[in-house]
Each structure stands twice: as structure tokens, then as C-alpha cells.
């Protein structure tokens, strides 16, 4: 997958220091520009003494950084607004000096003070002589920094400025970026991609106060369609009767009969990528439903119900390119049933689970599942919590994904 849109619009400190590679956290600058990003270079005093301020603020388009105490350009608490906006903080070169500073945590220049401020993750690009970087001092602090989750980015072997051959210098800025590519496209294996998912329980009207419903809480759908939004995906999910919220990052289409369901699978069905049917749909309805509540009465009452359309099948009938993923929620002959839904309905997988086990079904928050596949391969899964089901089954909808594309090439 191209990675370049992962960046767009990410605000990234890039922090320079005091090394003789400063001159190539130019290019750094450049590279993660072209990439989308908005770039706001701090610079340490040091730094300036071998790079200009100047070519950063061109390069980047952005005001430079380069002390505490010079005029403001535009942010309020300097030190604090920087560190509060970025998405990440990249030093490169971050010299010997400021590993140090940074692993007993001082804040005596604008760098190091919007690195202890922030909350964003701090990717470090270590450079200097190979003597400095083996340094037992300087690798125990390297081991402080590591050890608090900030990212130190290996430096490479090679000739280096001071004469001597080893390990110190800086990666090439083309490999610095793409490690800060791929961490920001890290959970992004669906952007791209327009993920229909259904969940919740369909309703069958009797009259205006009662109706027929089951047991889904749609719990399982809302999981498969929350981690889909979160590895990036265009999420609509068409939730029924469900006490569960809208969902952030997707959008929410609610609905109550098993017919307002299919009116809006089909309408977003055609430019979907995938379709996960994760609902409980009811089968049946009220063939007449009352426009007055039924009042009762001393005998007893029967209720005649008709068959619903089968809207699973009819995307089977219908797909194209969609991958379409169902469940089968059985309490007998599991395997039995799943294999005919499966090939009924025309699905790529099936998610089977015995809705009578302790630990699995409707309402809890864990789920005993197994996926069977069109070519009669079938996965059995342990107790796992709905949230971890989801990720199984949206890492087979990637496979899924990737295959095709191998195919195509
Ligand atoms: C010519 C020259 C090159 C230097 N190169 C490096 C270097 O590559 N890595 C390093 O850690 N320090 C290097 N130093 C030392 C730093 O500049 C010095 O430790 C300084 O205090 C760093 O300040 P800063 O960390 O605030 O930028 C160099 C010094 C000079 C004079």
C-alpha cells in the first residue's frame, strides 16, 4: 500500500542538534513535507552553528524554533503549544548531548522542554562518533529513553565526518522518514477500503407498543466495525436494536425492521468493499401489523408471521467484487449449518459460533468462534473477547484483500 497520504496533515516536530549531520535534517525536513506533513523545526543553540535557521523556514514554510527567550512567532505558551499539537517528535540528528539531558529529564533549551512536555511519541535519530555512541554512558541513557517507550532509530555504519569508520552516522534521511511513514500508517491496513457492517437485532412490529425481537445486543458487529474505523477503513454500520451509541469515526445508520435493514444495506452495498453481517436478523414479521394497540381479551391470541427477504442472500446474489462475511449463531449442528449458509449465501467466511456455550452469543462481552471458509477449511478460535474476534476476523478480510490484489498483479 503507498503509505504517502498515512502523513497528510500530521503535525511533526522535527528537532535539530548540535551534530555534524545537521545538514541533513534538511532533507529530513524536505522529505517529510512532501509527504503531507506540517514540519515546525526547533533548533538547539549548538545547531546553529552548522545549519541556518533560514533554509528550515523555507524549506518547511513554518517558522523556526531557536531558543526560549527570541520573539514568539504566533503560539501562545510556546513551549507547552508545540508540544500539545504535535503528533510526533522526530530529533534528528540528536546528538550524544541531548540523550543525555533527555535521560534525567532536563529542560534548559526549547527542545528539550517541549520533549519533556509532550505526550506525543518522540522518535530519536542518534549520530555522532562511533567512540561517543559506544559510550557505555551514552548507551545506558539510550536504554532510559527506550525504556519510557521514545523510538531511538538506529545509526548506521560507515565512514563518518571525524575520520574513522563505525557505527554513529546518521540513516539516510529517506529511511528516517519512512520509519516515521510506517509508524503513522501503522493500523491504517484498510484506509482505503469502505466497510459495511451490520449488528444489533431487526424487530417485528405487532402493533404500535409491542413487537418480536431477540437477544442480540450487537455487541459483535459494533466491535468488528469499531477496530475496522480504527485500522483506517470508511465504516457505515447499520445497527438495529441496540442499546450501544453512535459510533465516532463511522457512520451510524439505525434501524428497526429487518426491511428498513435491507434498504440500507442495499443503497450502501454497491461501492462497499467488503460486507460483515454481523446482525441478528429477524425472519419472520407480522403479516398484518395493528394500527392500535390490541387490546386483550380473555382468549388466547395468535399471531400469523411471514417471511422476511433473506437480505444476506440476496448480497450474495448480488455481489461483485464485495467480500461478504456472515455468522451463523446456532445452539445445534454448528459446523453442519455454517457450511450450508456459507454456500447458500454465497459468502467468502462464515463466523460460527454455538450460541448455548458459556462464554459465547449475544449480550457478554467474549465470543467461542469458529471461521469456516469456502474451501471447507474451518478455524476454531478460543474464548476470546468480541474486540479480539473482530481483529481475527478483519486480519482474514485483509488476507482476503491481499490475495485479490496478487492475483490482479
Ligand atoms: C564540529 C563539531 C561536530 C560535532 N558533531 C557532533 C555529533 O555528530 N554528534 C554529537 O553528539 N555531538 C557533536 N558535537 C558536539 C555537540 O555539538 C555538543 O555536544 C553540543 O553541546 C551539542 O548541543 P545540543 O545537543 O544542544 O545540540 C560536535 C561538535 C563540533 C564542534
Redesign the pocket.
Known amino acids: 500500500m503507498s503509505s504517502g497520504h498515512c502523513m497528510t496533515g500530521k503535525k511533526i516536530i522535527l528537532g535539530v542538534?548540535?551534530?555534524?549531520?545537521a545538514y541533513k535534517a534538511v532533507e529530513v525536513a524536505s522529505r517529510l513535507r512532501k509527504a503531507g506533513a506540517e514540519v515546525h523545526v526547533i533548533m538547539?543553540?549548538?545547531?546553529q552553528?552548522?545549519v541556518t535557521e533560514l533554509t528550515f523556514r523555507e524549506i518547511t514554510g513554518n517558522p523556526v524554533n531557536t531558543g526560549m527567550w527570541g520573539k514568539v512567532a504566533h503560539w501562545n505558551v510556546e513551549h507547552i503549544a508545540l508540544a500539545q499539537m504535535a503528533d510526533l517528535v522526530l530529533v534528528a540528528?540528536?546528538?550524544?548531548?541531548?540523550?543525555a539531558?533527555l535521560s534525567i529529564g532536563m529542560a534548559d533549551?526549547m527542545?528539550t522542554t517541549t520533549i519533556l512536555a509532550t505526550r506525543a511519541p518522540v522518535f530519536l535519530a542518534?549520530?555522532?562518533?562511533s567512540n561517543?555512541f559506544s559510550n557505555p554512558v551514552t548507551q545506558k541513557n539510550l536504554e532510559t529513553l527506550r525504556a519510557q517507550g521514545m523510538e531511538i532509530i538506529p545509526p548506521a555504519s560507515g565512514h563518518l565526518?571525524?575520520g574513522v569508520d563505525g557505527v554513529?552516522r546518521l540513516p539516510e534521511p529517506v529511511d528516517i522518514v519512512a520509519r516515521v511513514e510506517e509508524y503513522f500508517c501503522q493500523g491504517q491496513s484498510l484506509k482505503g477500503r469502505k466497510i459495511l457492517v451490520t449488528a444489533g437485532g431487526t424487530i417485528a412490529p405487532i402493533d404500535p407498543v409491542r413487537f418480536i425481537g431477540n437477544r442480540s445486543s450487537g455487541k459483535m458487529g459494533y466491535a468488528v466495525a469499531e477496530e475496522a474505523a480504527r485500522r483506517g477503513a470508511e465504516v457505515v454500520l447499520v445497527l438495529g436494536v441496540s442499546a450501544l451509541p453512535d459510533l465516532g469515526n463511522a457512520r451510524t445508520i439505525r434501524v428497526e425492521t429487518t426491511e428498513e435493514m435491507r434498504q440500507a444495506v442495499l443503497q450502501e452495498f454497491s461501492d462497499s468493499d467488503a460486507v460483515i453481517k454481523a446482525a441478528a436478523v429477524a425472519d419472520y414479521r407480522v403479516k398484518q401489523v395493528a394500527g392500535q394497540k390490541i387490546k386483550k381479551s380473555d382468549d388466547d391470541w395468535s399471531i400469523d408471521l411471514v417471511r422476511n427477504p433473506d437480505i444476506l442472500y440476496e448480497l450474495g446474489q448480488k455481489k461483485e467484487h464485495q467480500v461478504l462475511v456472515g455468522f451463523a449463531a446456532e445452539t445445534q449442528n454448528l459446523m453442519e449449518y455454517a457450511k450450508k449458509k456459507l454456500a447458500k449465501k454465497n459468502l467468502d467466511f462464515i463466523v460460527a459460533n454455538d450460541v448455548t456455550m458459556p462464554g459465547a452469543g449475544f449480550q457478554g462481552e467474549t465470543n467461542i468462534a469458529r471461521l469456516v471458509f469456502r474451501d471447507g477449511r474451518a478455524e476454531e478460535h478460543p474464548m476470546m473477547k468480541k474486540s479480539e474476534l473482530a481483529c481475527v476476523i478483519l486480519d482474514h478480510l485483509e488476507g482476503i484483500f491481499r490475495e485479490r490484489c496478487a492475483r490482479v498483479e
Not at 538547539?44 to 545547531?47: G, K, N
Not at 542518534?126 to 562518533?129: D, G, I
Open positions: 542538534t548540535g551534530g555534524i549531520a538547539t543553540r549548538a545547531a552553528e552548522f540528528p540528536a546528538t550524544a548531548n541531548l540523550i539531558k533549551d527542545l542518534p549520530a555522532m562518533n561517543m565526518a571525524c554513529g
